[in-house]
C-alpha cells in the first residue's frame, strides 16, 4: 500500500505528468475565459462546444491550406466569433432565448464541423512549435515546464491575467460587471447595455474558436470528428466552479486537467480499478466540487451576475 502511494505522488509529481497536465488544461482555460467575460456581462451562452469544435475544424483546414499554424489560430478564432455572431444577433437583437439558443448552436457547430473537416480527416500538420531558450529550458524540473511550452499555453495565462486587470482594474470591466448584475440600471446611466453584450460574446467565441483550434495545432496534429470530446460542456461547469472569478478559474482548469489525465497516467500501475471509473473521476469531481460550492455560497458569497441569462430590450 504504502509502494503504491509513494508510486502516486512520484507520478503526479514528475515532469512528464505535469506537462501533461498544462496541454490538456489549455483548452480548458481559454475556452473558459471567455465564456466567463460573456457571463459577467449578464449572457449565458451555452454554445461553447459547438464553438470549439468549429474552431478546430477551421483551425486545422487553415493550417493544413497555409503551412502555418499563425493562421490556423486565427481562422479558429474567426470561427467562433461567427457562431457567437449568430448567438448574439438571436439572443441580443431578437431576444430569443438564450438557453435554447446556446443548445442549438451546438448542434450547428457539430454539424457544421463534420462537413467542414470532412475532406481533412486523416491529414496531418506540423503541429505549433516549442518555445526553446538556450539556457532557461534546459533548467532541471521547471525549465521544460516554464520555458518550453508551446505559444498556446502562455496565451492562455496572459489571456487570464489581462481578464482580470480588465475586469477588476478598469473602468470598462467595471461597466462590464454592472450591466451584467443589474442592465436595467446600467441602460438607466446611459450605458449601451445590447453594445456591450454583444461584445463580451464576440471576444467569447474568439476564445471558444481558439480553444477549439489548440486541439489539432498543438495538442494532436490532425483533425477528427467530434474531438472537442465534450471541452466545452467542462468550460462551462468551471465558470460556475470558480463562482465567476479568474484566479479561481484558473485552480480549477489545472484541478480538472490533472484529474482527467490522472486516470491515463494510472493505467500502469495497475490499482485493480476499472478503466470506467477513472474515466468518471474529472466529471465526479466536477459534480462533487459544485455541490461544495452550493452548500457553502451563503457564507462564502458568490459572484454570480444577478442578471444572467435575463431577455433585455430597451425602452423605446
Given amino acids: ?53 468549429v474552431g478546430a475544424a477551421c483551425g486545422f483546414a487553415g493550417a493544413w ?22 448567438f448574439g444577433v438571436l439572443t441580443l437583437g431578437l431576444a430569443v432565448n438564450q438557453v435554447a439558443t446556446g443548445l442549438a448552436l451546438t448542434i450547428l457547430g457539430v454539424g457544421l464541423s463534420g462537413l467542414i473537416g ?25 525549465g521544460r515546464i516554464l520555458f518550453g511550452e508551446d505559444p498556446f499555453v502562455y496565451v492562455a495565462v496572459a489571456l487570464i491575467v489581462g481578464i482580470w486587470l480588465f475586469l477588476y482594474r478598469t473602468r470598462a470591466g467595471l461597466v462590464l460587471r454592472a450591466v451584467g448584475d443589474n442592465h436595467a440600471s446600467a441602460h438607466a446611466l446611459g450605458y449601451p447595455v445590447l453594445g456591450i453584450r454583444m461584445l463580451a460574446v464576440l471576444f467569447g467565441g474568439a476564445c471558444a474558436g481558439l480553444a477549439g483550434a489548440y486541439l489539432p495545432l498543438a495538442y ?9 470530446s465534450g471541452r466545452g460542456w467542462i468550460a462551462l461547469a468551471l465558470v460556475v466552479f470558480a463562482s465567476w472569478r479568474p484566479g479561481r478559474l484558473v485552480a480549477g482548469a489545472y484541478l480538472f ?15 485493480g480499478i476499472p ?13 462533487v466540487v459544485l455541490v461544495l460550492i452550493s452548500r457553502t455560497r451563503g457564507t462564502a458569497g458568490s459572484t454570480a451576475p444577478a442578471s444572467l441569462g435575463m431577455v433585455f430590450v430597451p425602452d423605446r
Fill in 118 to 142: 470532412a475532406g481533412f480527416v486523416g491529414e496531418k500538420i506540423v503541429p505549433a512549435s516549442h518555445l526553446y531558450l538556450p539556457v532557461l529550458t534546459t533548467i532541471p524540473g521547471v
Fill in 1 to 53: 500500500m504504502v509502494d503504491t502511494l509513494v508510486a502516486i505522488l512520484q507520478l503526479i509529481f514528475s515532469v512528464s505528468f505535469i506537462l501533461t497536465v498544462v496541454t490538456a488544461t489549455t483548452p480548458l482555460l481559454l475556452a473558459a475565459s471567455g465564456e466567463l467575460v460573456v457571463e459577467r456581462s449578464g449572457v449565458l451562452n451555452l454554445g461553447v462546444e459547438g464553438m470549439m469544435i
Fill in 257 to 271: 486537467g490533472a484529474v482527467s489525465i490522472l486516470g491515463l497516467a494510472l493505467q500502469p500501475l495497475q490499482l
Fill in 65 to 86: 491550406l497555409s503551412g502555418s499554424a499563425l493562421v490556423g489560430a486565427i481562422c479558429g478564432i474567426l470561427a467562433g466569433m461567427a457562431l457567437s455572431a449568430i
Fill in 275 to 287: 478503466q470506467q471509473v477513472m474515466n468518471m473521476l474529472p466529471y465526479l469531481a466536477t459534480v
Fill in 220 to 228: 494532436t496534429p490532425f483533425f477528427i470528428p467530434g474531438m472537442t
